[in-house]
């Protein structure tokens, strides 16, 4: 084994026996045998692919903890391959080593950009190879740690929505409502993500507003009002801890806030309110007025739409406003609904 230094008379197993699995690909037969007894020997469970398209189908089927991935490969390169699971939502936070015997600064960028979490040169160094993997795999776990926060919260959603009978499937298409908005604002990709999740959760501090007054059949009095014009902030406050969630919590604080400074809980006006809440803020009240509510019928895409047209500029930002109206007459137009 050419490719591996042997500087180390043994491997230290100092990873309290992790059970982490770790997909080694390589094309080459004595390399990858090679490669799996070095970090079997460290105590991971170990998973072999002998090409690029190999180790794709093996990722969508048993996604692993970590990719040792070899650069130069046939039919796919390690490149293509890493460019390929960083470009799919359910992969591209599986960390990747590209195990190369370039050291061109030049490739080494091109690798960058594709994706790649870090590099080990040939001869593979044990040492190093072990500290490199411990430490992805430490960033791994910490990345799933707050990938669950996610999903405990998007669980919360859920069951404001099971609070609240009339309100069934109103998080999902705010959502997808505001992604409509958010893309042909021209919001980047990475925003986008914040846009949706916003729209799935703009309601969470609807988790304390007693049923009675969620579910209630007429007007709200005084005291239940401020019930629920407590909710952005006590979302924020759920939001808090979960520092993931920096961007989703403002849609969460400032979705209620007002064009005109007149909204809630801060007044904030104009500009001065995130783009994310502004965008928020309108696909809610859209899919508020077209929904059937305990004190109206559902109102039609018709009048909704005059409603928004009627209070741009004061209720919400008016060239935001003039865009989801656009949307939702090119969708009409072409004989189907945002939904």
């Not at 961007?247 to 007002?258: Q, S, T």
């Not at 003039?322 to 969708?331: H, M, V």
């Amino acid at each position: 084994m050419d490719n591996i230094d042997n500087g180390s008379r043994a491997i230290d197993n100092g990873n309290g026996g992790s059970s982490s699995l770790v997909l080694i690909v390589d094309d080459d037969d004595s390399l990858r045998t090679g490669m799996v007894r070095l970090v079997t020997a460290e105590g991971y469970r170990a998973i072999e692919a002998k090409n690029g398209r190999e180790a794709i189908e093996i990722v969508g089927q048993t996604p692993p903890d970590i990719i040792l991935l070899d650069w130069m490969m046939p039919e796919m390169s390690g490149i293509e391959v890493c460019r390929t699971l960083k470009g799919n939502e359910k992969t591209r936070l599986i960390p990747i080593v590209m195990i190369t015997a370039l050291h061109e600064q030049e490739e080494k960028i091109k690798a960058i950009d594709a994706g790649v979490d870090d590099f080990l040169n040939k001869p593979i160094n044990i040492p190093e190879l072990r500290a490199r993997v411990r430490s992805l795999l430490r960033m791994k776990r910490l990345n799933d740690l707050l990938d669950s926060a996610d999903t405990v919260i998007s669980a919360l959603a859920n069951a404001i929505e099971a609070k609240d009978k009339y309100t069934e499937g109103h998080n999902d298409r705010v959502s997808r409502y505001a992604l409509a908005l958010a893309k042909a604002a021209g919001v980047s990709p990475e925003e986008q993500n914040i846009v949706l999740m916003g729209g799935i959760l703009h309601d969470v501090g609807k988790i304390g507003v007693p049923d009675r007054i969620l579910n209630k059949n007429g007007p709200l009095d005084k005291n239940e009002f401020e019930h629920i014009r407590a909710h952005p902030d006590r979302g924020s406050t759920i939001l808090d801890p979960l520092r993931s969630l920096i961007g989703i919590r403002d849609v969460v604080l400032y979705h209620h806030e007002r064009y005109d400074g007149k909204g809630y809980p801060f007044g904030l006006k104009g500009d001065g309110i995130p783009l994310y809440a502004r965008i928020i803020a309108i696909a809610d009240s859209y899919d508020a007025m077209t929904s059937k509510r305990p004190y109206r019928d559902a109102l039609s895409q018709e009048v909704a739409i005059q409603e928004l047209e009627n209070n741009a500029g004061a209720m919400w930002d008016p060239e935001l406003v003039s865009l989801f109206i656009g949307i939702l007459q090119n969708k009409e137009a072409a004989g189907e609904r945002l939904q």
